[in-house]
Nanobody, 120 residues
Framework: QVQLVESGGGLVQPGGSLRLSCAASGGIFTIYNMGWYRQAPGKQRELVAV???????NYADSVKGRFTISRDNAKNTVYLQMNTLKPEDTAVYYCHADLRALSRARNDYWGQGTQVTVSS
């Protein structure tokens, strides 16, 4: 069974940095896109950043120049380096993977979410 396990969230002061990780496991055949979404209280879930299997990236305008997404295909892991964090970055961050598991059709999978709080 496919699982996405996130780590790296926490409390940080404005201007600080955090690095999120998300490892996919469980009978994976191919991973296409991987990405990070976030959801703040009272708001809809929004795309933060996405990376293709070939390494192409796309970012929300609000995080361009501050966040960097990367992936290690050998480890089925995606990372999100977050620098110069702002209070408005506070949210639950969710890992997403567009992948094909063994003996299954291509599908979307989500992690359980990790809280990021930016506050002094």
């Amino acid at each position: 069974q496919v699982q996405l396990v996130e780590s790296g969230g926490g409390l940080v002061q404005p201007g600080g940095s955090l690095r999120l990780s998300c490892a996919a496991s469980g009978g994976i055949f191919t991973i296409y896109n991987m990405g990070w979404y976030r959801q703040a209280p009272g708001k809809q879930r929004e795309l933060v950043a996405v990376i293709t299997s070939g390494g192409s990236t796309n970012y929300a305008d609000s995080v361009k120049g501050r966040f960097t997404i990367s992936r290690d295909n050998a480890k089925n892991t995606v990372y999100l380096q977050m620098n110069t964090l702002k209070p408005e970055d506070t949210a639950v961050y969710y890992c997403h993977a567009d992948l094909r598991a063994l003996s299954r059709a291509r599908n979307d999978y989500w992690g359980q979410g990790t809280q990021v709080t930016v506050s002094s």
